[in-house]
Nanobody
Framework: VQPVESGGGLVRAGGSLRLSCAAA????????VGWFRQAPGKGREGVAC????????AYKDAVKGRFTISTNDALNTVYLQMNSLKPEDTAVYYC???????????????????WGQGTQVTVSS
């Protein structure tokens, strides 16, 4: 599967953005899909992930209550709704996928195999 991200941009603090991750030419059925981010000078960190098998989700503590991960009925797109954005949310956001059963922690970047090219999110103060 090849994830393709879209929806990044520039937003003021307190604003919202919705990122999309499309499974190019395929679906995410039988995969777990995660959103990750990497700020300048920092390592890549898991933000949110969802199992497409049973729709269970997991979130980084810093985004709980502000970000929501979801999928569409066709299971070919995963969304990250980001509300109450903060300047510290500024980063390149990546979508990644792993086959169900082939990972331990869907928020651990090393556990996911298929990566998109990333989309920039910038939150101004």
């Amino acid at each position: 599967v090849q994830p393709v991200e879209s929806g990044g941009g520039l937003v003021r603090a307190g604003g919202s953005l919705r990122l999309s991750c499309a499974a190019a030419g395929s679906t995410f059925d039988d995969y777990a899909v995660g959103w990750f981010r990497q700020a300048p000078g920092k390592g890549r960190e898991g933000v949110a992930c969802i199992s497409i098998d049973d729709f269970t989700t997991a979130y980084k503590d810093a985004v709980k209550g502000r970000f929501t991960i979801s999928t569409n009925d066709a299971l070919n797109t995963v969304y990250l709704q980001m509300n109450s954005l903060k300047p510290e949310d500024t980063a390149v956001y990546y979508c990644a996928a792993a086959v169900e059963g082939d990972y331990n922690d869907c928020l651990e970047p090393r556990d996911l195999d298929y990566w998109g090219q990333g989309t920039q999110v910038t939150v101004s103060s």
